[in-house]
């Protein structure tokens, strides 16, 4: 009988017990977990998707990504085209298809990309590289702030925005129409971190049969640190708008190819490096 009231006895303290933890303990709990987080800094690291341009692509991935969105434009692709340029260098251009987008960056240059300021420096910079390497003449004519357009664009991957590239679009201004325009640039795209000219328009004093393509797309390959390019199987002379050019085909992302064309209009003196998916 007594063994009987001992256990009673402590069933009842330990039920009682188990009401004052079941009350008090989670107040308890919740105090000592805010004197854990309150007035401390805690560090995380996040992912931003504003910044994507951070993650790390290699030149192939950049020159098909910025190709993809270029190929979707309706841009003219010279002068000969055209007979007049874009007036209007604000508007957004978006892939017609929808899975590339290339877009006027409203934001301007972060930290990280070459600025209004420098681009016309890192634009001479990449043309006297070019005449180094033998794809310029030596008397192409440096850029300047009066004369040039410059505009940034992020060519993005809607599908996986983080895959973009931030590139410099630099023009010869509308206002020079009626200049000359012998050995100068025309149009050039170039990358916003490191100035690299990934596409370019010149006019010079040269005619097709003075300019070896294979030298130039060889010379620009180690240039912008791609592999080496693959034979273009098409002979097609429909292919471009000028009966002299030559097609050349590099690896892209996954199973897709990047074409880089070496070409030039007879009339205006125009040498042109495009890429194009």
């Excluded at 069933?11 to 004197?35: N, Q």
């Excluded at 290339?102 to 005449?131: A, R």
């Excluded at 009066?146 to 931030?166: C, G, K, Q």
């Excluded at 100035?195 to 010079?204: A, D, N, Q, S």
Aim: glycine share 6%; proline share 4%.
């Amino acid at each position: 009988m007594k063994n009987k009231k001992v256990i009673g006895v402590v069933f009842l303290l330990f039920a009682g017990l188990v009401m004052i933890l079941s009350i008090w303990g989670p107040e308890a709990l919740a105090r000592y977990k805010d004197r854990s987080i309150l007035e401390q800094i805690h560090a995380d690291a996040v992912e931003e998707a504003g910044e994507g341009y951070r993650y790390t692509l290699n030149q192939n991935e950049k020159v098909y990504i910025l190709s993809r969105c270029l190929s979707s434009q309706t841009l003219p692709e010279s002068e000969l085209n055209s007979l007049t340029r874009p007036e209007t260098a604000s508007i957004d251009y978006w892939d017609l298809e929808g899975t590339y987008a290339f877009v006027i960056n409203h934001k301007g240059p972060s930290g990280q990309e070459i600025t209004d300021e420098q681009i016309y420096e890192s634009c001479n910079v990449g043309l006297n590289k070019l005449k180094e390497l033998g794809l310029l003449p030596q008397e192409m004519k440096e850029v300047d702030a009066s004369s040039y357009d410059a505009t940034l664009y992020s060519a993005i991957d809607v599908l996986e925005p983080r895959n973009n590239v931030a590139v410099w679009k630099v023009s010869l201004s509308n206002s020079q129409k009626n200049a000359n325009k012998e050995n100068r640039l025309i149009d050039a795209y170039l990358d916003a971190d490191d100035g690299k000219i990934y596409e370019f328009y010149v006019r010079m004093d040269l005619q097709w049969e003075d300019i070896d393509a294979d030298l130039i797309v060889e010379e620009w390959r180690k240039y912008m640190g791609l592999d080496s390019p693959e034979p273009y199987e098409s002979d097609n002379p429909l292919l471009e708008t000028t009966p002299y050019f030559k097609k050349y085909v590099f690896l892209g992302m996954g199973d897709d190819k990047t074409v880089v064309t070496v070409g030039f209009y007879e009339g205006i003196n125009e040498l042109f490096l495009k890429i194009s998916k």
